[in-house]
């Protein structure tokens, strides 16, 4: 996330699948969510070992955005959220929706 604190334009998908980031690398996505101005259309973190603490960073970094109907809005706009593969548990599924 640190290379990306800088960024301040738009991605269509930042693809992070498959690194085994784990809920440390999660904590940290969430945290350049927080912050980030732009706008991203899918945000891939599959396959990453991100489990119910991870999740919930995700989740609570997500609330900080407005939601419309299908679509979170990061200040921008987030249209897609993939995290399967991950050990989220149900206590992650839940504080994702």
Known sequence: AGALAVFKGSLNVLYLGGNEIGDKGAKAIADWLRGFKGSLNTLDLRNNSIGPDGAKAIA??????????????????????????????????????
Do not use: M, P
């Open 60 to 97: 609570e970094a997500l609330k900080v955005f407005k939601s419309s109907l299908n679509i979170l809005v990061l200040q921008g706009s987030l249209n897609e959220l993939y995290l399967h593969k991950n050990k989220i548990g149900d206590a992650g599924k839940e504080a994702i929706r």
